[in-house]
């Protein structure tokens, strides 16, 4: 099974700024996958990251909104720039590696005041 | 992807009593049916998962039967106990490299 790291926990950030949210896997991956979870919602796909190549975004997530780094097959981050209170929700990375199990970062718990 | 159906949204058992969710799909290539546990303030954890080659999967107190012809898919906890108190998701996915489609999510409650 994978182990990641995901950091920060939480944070609160002022409206306007942008947080960078980092996950480090404990294997090498070929696809990482970003959620966002709202508040009392479930998960919903924001963007697909491949090593070596711009990520794949979902309808309704732009790459100005959510830039997303995939240095290397264990790292990823994803920036939520220019935020609103809006974007206040939980933040997930995940792995799903062929033939193996799909799993979740801790989660980055996002308020935006 | 194609949405995935899961019912009910909440669910109250007594301690010691089963509860039963359920999930239906529509995606004929989804091969894949893991089951989530989110408590409050953490990250989903994978309790549970099931592939299409068999029908029922079991551990301890946890099972996952899958009816792959009629497109759905079952999370079973036996003898319940408060801390099974939680949110859980299903989700489905076909091979892996690919994202999975959630449930919109069950909140139970056991009751001592």
């Known amino acids: 099974s994978a182990v990641i790291s995901q950091k920060p926990s939480r944070d609160i950030c002022q409206r306007g700024t942008s947080l960078t949210i980092q996950c480090q896997v404990d294997?090498?991956?070929?696809?990482m996958f970003w959620y966002r979870q709202q508040p009392g919602q479930s998960l919903t796909l924001i963007a697909t990251a491949n090593q070596g190549s711009e990520a794949t975004y979902e309808s309704g997530f732009v790459i100005d909104k959510f830039p997303i780094s995939r240095p290397n097959l264990t790292f990823s981050t994803l920036t939520v720039s220019n935020m609103s209170p809006e974007d206040s929700s939980i933040y997930l990375c995940s792995v799903f590696p062929t033939g193996g199990e799909a799993f979740f970062g801790q989660g980055t718990r996002l308020t935006v005041v | 992807g194609e949405n995935v159906e899961q019912h009910p949204s909440t669910l109250s058992v007594q301690e010691g009593d089963s509860a039963v969710i359920k999930c239906t799909y529509s995606?004929?290539?989804?091969?894949?049916f893991p089951w989530y546990k989110q408590e409050l303030g953490k990250g989903p954890q994978l309790i549970i998962d099931?592939?299409?080659?068999?029908g029922e999967k079991k551990d301890q107190r946890i099972a996952v039967t899958l009816n792959k012809t009629a497109k759905h898919f079952s999370l079973h906890i036996t003898e319940t106990q408060p801390e099974d108190s939680a949110v859980y998701f299903c989700a489905r996915g076909s091979s892996g490299n690919t994202p999975l489609v959630f449930g919109k999510g069950t909140r139970l409650s056991v009751i001592a």
């Open positions: 099931i592939r299409s080659n068999v």
């Open positions: 294997s090498q991956v070929t696809m």
């Open positions: 995606d004929s290539a989804s091969n894949y």
